[in-house]
Every structure is written in structure tokens, then in C-alpha cells.
């Protein structure tokens, strides 16, 4: 009984420190908070006004509970941000210190991320629509691999999608090409593996590879959830691989198979983006 009201009464202690600030707080002089974004496991979005600008930014501060670890990953990002910027990405804006709290401030993107247009949008994909996607967001991962970073996080809740353009957000994850991050912080992200066996272990292991072919493997899942969302399977009908169940062109089942399972099919994104186009322009003759 004892042990449990002390586990509880450590709870209640984490919720309270973590507990989101709220709307008309100020951040400093410069920055008030109107709506609080959501919380992850290290930090806190906020959609603030600035007071200089006039502008609404987004402010994500380190989450009280996690210590240096969150601000050590917050400065990561902000350094990151600061090195690849990129039309399609958050620019980072500030960086702002309030006793031992601590905030990056960023562009705020007014959109809807990808799997909220999948799973309330209901929106679907035909092949050639999809590739054009990947094509889309090579662009910024270009930029982010010619500086030297690898994204690691290449999923549908970090694209978010503004006047029919995606953007790739959140770099909390990214790090340098060939980066081997000190083993605290791989066990704070949970990146030291998983029992044998784990298939959710190893494919957070295989996204978060420091290379670009990471970054490559997380466009050929984004892909096949891109084309699942059309996707019904028949009734009693067993479970397959994607390459059983998707109807695809060859060509194209070949170039998905290479960004999920070739980590040296090419020797760059821009020649990943160059066979791309190549598939594109030989879909566009076909249709």
C-alpha cells in the first residue's frame, strides 16, 4: 500500500511540473501563449504570438519532468534547424531561456498532418499521386543531407501538408551523418534495440540508422501507407506482404523494394530522386 501511494504521489508530482502552460501566459517579454499544440515525450508545442512581430510561431519548450535530457535534445534540434534550412521545413527562429526552462521558437505552419488526411480525410492514393509525394519531400531531405543531418523520422504524423504542399517537421530525432549519440540519449530515445525478435524494435532501429538510407526507408513506408489508405482487403482473405496485396506496376514494387531493403542502392538521395523521375515520366507515358 505504501509502495503505491508513493508511485502515485511521484505522478501526481511529474503531472504537475509538466503541466501545459496556458493560454495569455507570457514566455519571457516577447512571446504569449494562446494554444497549447500537445505534449511528446521530451517536449511541449505551444501556437504563440510574438510580440515584436505581430507573427504566430510555434514554441516548443523542454518538458520539466525530463531534466537535461529534454533540453540537451532541444538544443540538438535547434542547431540542426539552424544548419538545413529549407522552404519545406519550420525555420527556426529563436531560442529563449527562462531560468531552467528553455524554448526553441520556430515558423509556424498552418496545416494538417499526413495521417490525419489518411485516417479522418479519408483521402487515397493511386500510385503515380504517391510517388509525386516522395518526390515532394526528397526535396527537403536533400538539403537536410547536403548539410550533414539525417531526418530519422520520416513518418505520416511529421508531414504536414499547406495549400497541397507537404512539409517535413520535427528534426527532435535528427542527428549528424554517422552520429553515434552517447548512450544516454539512445537509451532516453529508446534506441539500444529490443528483445530478438521485436519487429517493432527493429524497424524503430532501421528508421533511425544515422544515414540518409534511413531517411530513404522512411519514404518507402510512408509510400505503402499512402497507398493502404485505398487499400480493402476481401473477406476471410490471409494476411500478405505488401507486394501480394498492393496491385503495383513491377517498376514500381522494384524502387519500393530498394528504399526498404537497400541501404547502398544508390550512392545519394539526388540520385535516388534522379530513378525516381525516371519512374514517374515512364507511369505518365503508360497512363
Known amino acids: 500500500m505504501r509502495k503505491g501511494f508513493k508511485a502515485r504521489w511521484a505522478e501526481i508530482v ?17 512571446y504569449v501563449i494562446e494554444r497549447f499544440l500537445g505534449m511528446g515525450s521530451y517536449g511541449q508545442a505551444y501556437a504563440c504570438r510574438d510580440r515584436a512581430s505581430g507573427e504566430l510561431v510555434l514554441l516548443k519548450r523542454n518538458k520539466p519532468s525530463k531534466g537535461n535530457t529534454g533540453i540537451r535534445l532541444l538544443r540538438r534540434e535547434y542547431r540542426i ?11 527556426a527562429l529563436d531560442y529563449s531561456v527562462m531560468g ?5 521558437v520556430m515558423e509556424y505552419i498552418e496545416g494538417y498532418n499526413l495521417e490525419y ?3 479522418e480525410q479519408n483521402q487515397t492514393f493511386g500510385a503515380e499521386e504517391a510517388l509525386r509525394l516522395l518526390k515532394q519531400l526528397m526535396q527537403p531531405l536533400k538539403q537536410l543531407h547536403a548539410a550533414g543531418y539525417v531526418h530519422r523520422d520520416v513518418r505520416i504524423p511529421n508531414v504536414l501538408i499547406r495549400e497541397g504542399r507537404p512539409h517535413l517537421i520535427d528534426l527532435g530525432l535528427a542527428c549528424a551523418i554517422g552520429e553515434e549519440l552517447p548512450a544516454d540519449l539512445r537509451m532516453a530515445l ?3 534495440g529490443g528483445p530478438p525478435g521485436d519487429s517493432a524494435a527493429a524497424l524503430k532501429q532501421r528508421m533511425r540508422n544515422p544515414y540518409p538510407s534511413s531517411d530513404w526507408f522512411g519514404l518507402g513506408h510512408l509510400f505503402l501507407f499512402a497507398m493502404y489508405a485505398g487499400y480493402e482487403a476481401e473477406e476471410d ?5 505488401w507486394e501480394e496485396e498492393l496491385c503495383l506496376q513491377p517498376e514500381v514494387r522494384v524502387f519500393i523494394r530498394k528504399l526498404l531493403n537497400d541501404d547502398t542502392a544508390w550512392p545519394s538521395t539526388e540520385a535516388c530522386e534522379l530513378e525516381l523521375d525516371k519512374l514517374i515520366a515512364s507511369l505518365a507515358a503508360e497512363a
Not at 534547424?81 to 525555420?91: G, N, R, T, Y
Not at 482473405?237 to 506482404?241: D, G, H, L, Y
Open 100 to 104: 531552467k526552462q528553455e524554448a526553441l
Open 190 to 192: 529508446g534506441e539500444d
Open 14 to 30: 511529474t503531472e504537475w511540473r509538466d503541466y501545459p502552460l496556458q493560454p495569455g501566459k507570457g514566455w519571457g517579454s516577447r
Open 81 to 91: 534547424m539552424q544548419s538545413a534550412c529549407h522552404p519545406q521545413m519550420p525555420k
Open 117 to 119: 488526411a489518411i485516417y
Open 237 to 241: 482473405q490471409a494476411e500478405q506482404s
